[in-house]
């Protein structure tokens, strides 16, 4: 059951592709990998924690207000994790500086909570909680190794294409700017999901 | 908990009630708690750009630099002391970004009209465009620049890249970072502004 809860998010139901959450970010971090990689840890930790103290609450919490201890829990983690990123991870923090905050209205939060935590028991609700989180960090990678390779030239900032190829120096090759505007992350996540269409469609 | 009770006013009241106060104390008390290490953290940080911005990465600071103000208004000025005895002249720049602002420090040489040296950084410019003013490919053009045609101040433009060559007062902007490289152009401009009369007087 657990296995189950924690594989399914990762690809039959990836919350980017199939369930269509997430997208906003997905395209604003996809630039550059290493952003990307901390973007994703930072939003499986909170997915995970604020769907497994939900769940502890879940029998408590009045109705009609639900939705607002939803956001007050997941708003107290995220300015967590940006504290102690600023007090620990300085430079990590820096980089990420606006998209840390961009957290709270990631969809597939609130998503898994209302559609996950408020009806299981804490521990599932845990682990759905990091699947999904870890299901949206697959394709964020995804979709910015493509744009930073094409659209930079090197990974991690690292150069990987040999600095003789380019036109500049003589040789035939130029980055593609167009991989550093959003339109293309829009572009790249189409193919993602075409293939994830394709997929589930052949299991059905 | 049966859902008639749940679902009643005062319950609800009560326990937003609670929950706002719970939080807000637990985000206190972690901003208090972190609070010194986030400091220094900035302090480090700021020190490690002035730093920079006269190549002396990882140099200690206090055997180089030395804080002072500048003229009657008080400006913040920056003296850097070299090893062999020369002195260079730090000055803050604040201005704005395309989303947000910008900062960074520029040293000059004693002839106050010459660019030793210049660092930028900037809280939420597009990754990979206007944020690579950030990286040194950006800000070393900067050195050997003149902010003055001879006797007008005329700071430093950043144009279009590859448009600066044999230009002493342009540096080559970020393509599709414009209007961050614009936001550079006017920071320098406009935080060295209220420097001029001091500048003069020193020359």
Redesign the interface.
């Known amino acids: 059951m657990n296995k189950r809860i924690f594989l399914d998010p990762l690809f039959k139901n990836n919350p980017i592709p199939v369930l269509a959450l997430g997208i906003c970010s997905a395209l604003a971090?996809t630039?550059?990998l290493e952003?990307a990689m901390v973007m994703a840890l930072s939003v499986t930790l909170v997915t995970g924690f604020s769907s497994m103290i939900l769940s502890l609450l879940r029998?408590?919490?009045?109705?009609?207000?639900r939705i607002?201890?939803q956001l007050?829990v997941v708003a107290?983690l995220v300015?967590?994790v940006d504290?102690?990123l600023?007090?620990?991870a300085?430079e990590i923090s820096?980089?990420l500086?606006?998209f840390v905050g961009l957290i709270i209205t990631n969809c597939i939060i609130m998503g898994r909570i209302e559609a996950f935590a408020l009806y299981n028991k804490p521990f599932p609700s845990l682990v759905d909680g990091l699947a999904n989180g870890l299901g949206y960090g697959i394709i964020l990678i995804a979709v910015s190794v493509v744009r930073?390779l094409l659209?930079?030239g090197t990974l991690m900032g690292y150069q990987v294409i040999p600095q003789q190829w380019y036109v500049a120096n003589g040789g035939v090759y130029e980055n593609n700017?167009l991989f550093?505007?959003p339109p293309m992350a829009l572009i790249i996540l189409g193919l993602i999901v075409w293939v994830f269409n394709a997929k589930n469609a052949k299991r059905v | 908990m049966d859902n008639g009770k749940r679902n009643g006013n005062i319950y609800t009241i009560v326990y937003a009630a609670l929950m706002v106060v719970l939080v807000a104390a637990l985000l206190t008390f972690a901003s208090q708690l972190l609070k010194p290490r986030q400091v220094a953290n900035m302090m480090a940080e700021t020190q490690r750009s002035i730093l920079r911005s006269v190549h002396l990465e990882s140099q200690p600071y206090e055997k180089y630099i030395s804080d002072t103000v500048a003229g009657p208004d008080q400006l913040p000025l920056f003296i850097c002391t070299l090893d062999d005895g020369t002195r260079k002249y730090i000055i803050p720049l604040h201005g704005k970004g395309l989303w947000g602002p910008l900062w960074g420090y520029l040293a000059l040489n004693d002839d106050f009209r010459t660019i030793y040296g210049a660092v930028f950084d900037h809280s939420s410019e597009t990754p990979g465009l206007g944020a690579e003013i950030a990286n040194p490919f950006f800000s070393e053009p900067f050195r050997g620049k003149s902010l003055y045609s001879g006797d007008e101040f005329v700071s430093i433009s950043v144009l279009k890249q590859g448009h600066s060559q044999n230009n002493p007062h342009a540096v080559d902007g970020i393509s599709g970072g414009t209007l961050t490289s614009r936001g550079v152009e006017n920071m320098i401009r406009e935080s060295l502004e209220p420097y001029l009369p001091f500048l003069r007087h020193y020359e």
Request: charged share 15%; net charge positive; glycine share 6%.
């Open positions: 971090v630039v550059k952003p029998n408590t919490i009045p109705n009609r207000i607002i201890v007050v107290t300015i967590l504290q102690v600023k007090a620990f300085w820096k980089q500086s606006v930073e659209g930079s700017g550093i505007l």
